[in-house]
């Protein structure tokens, strides 16, 4: 299967700054997708990014599927983002989501 | 739209006994997935259904059974729970035509004792 890390696996902010979180993935994908995982379990769509980029607000993702990897940006964090952020990729219906990026933001 | 459903919520099993969790959709979604989730780790892709009446093993099948019992609905079956499946399960629904974008349910988490 597809190989997907994350990097870094955890992350502490102060409440204002600004990360970038990367997805490495091992071989060519039709789909690249961004999830955050709130303390409550529960998984929220963020981008869905085969390729390009995308902003919604104060978050941004880039994919470059030629170089295998994919860039979520969080400027002006707030203690509301702190979860666990994931990387899911995958070719046809076969999925694989690296280990994620734990965040904490304190404020 | 609910979305994604899952049931139940949480469920507490003894090694040996067996269980159906339940999925279903009203996005009208072609394809639906079970994943399951361990402590540390990203989710694991169990088992999925590419359209109604078709179903493929995904990276863990082991233990598990599935059933497209529509277009909206896919069960997942433990036939003989172990402690090594305890965890996490989620339900996941794509459309598939137009892009691979997966909604998640909101998980099912299991014991098994």
């Known amino acids: 299967g597809i190989q997907v890390e994350q990097s870094p696996p955890d992350l502490i902010l102060q409440e204002g700054a600004n990360s970038t979180l990367r997805c490495n993935f091992s071989d060519s994908v039709n789909n690249l997708q961004w999830f955050h995982q709130n303390p409550w379990g529960q998984l929220i769509n963020l981008f869905y990014i085969p390729s390009g980029t995308k902003q919604n607000g104060r978050l941004s993702a880039t994919t470059v599927a030629t170089e295998r990897y994919s860039l979520l940006y969080i400027s002006s964090s707030q203690t509301t983002d702190s979860g666990v952020y994931f990387c899911q990729t995958g070719a046809g219906n076969q999925f694989y989501f690296g280990t994620g990026t734990s965040l904490t933001v304190i404020p | 739209n609910a979305g994604v459903t899952q049931t139940p919520k949480f469920q507490v099993l003894k090694t040996g006994q067996s269980m159906t969790l339940q999925c279903a959709q009203d996005?009208?979604?072609?394809?639906m997935y079970w994943y399951r989730q361990d402590p540390g780790m990203g989710l694991r892709l169990i088992y999925y259904?590419?359209?109604?009446?078709?179903?493929d093993k995904g990276e863990v099948p082991n233990g598990y059974n599935v059933s497209r019992l529509n277009k909206r609905e896919f069960s997942l079956r433990l036939e003989s729970a172990a402690p090594s499946q305890t965890s996490v399960y989620f339900c996941a629904s794509t459309m598939v035509r137009w892009t691979y974008e997966q909604y998640f349910g909101p998980g099912t988490r299991l014991t098994v004792t």
């Open positions: 996005m009208n979604h072609n394809s």
């Open positions: 259904s590419a359209s109604e009446g078709t179903t």
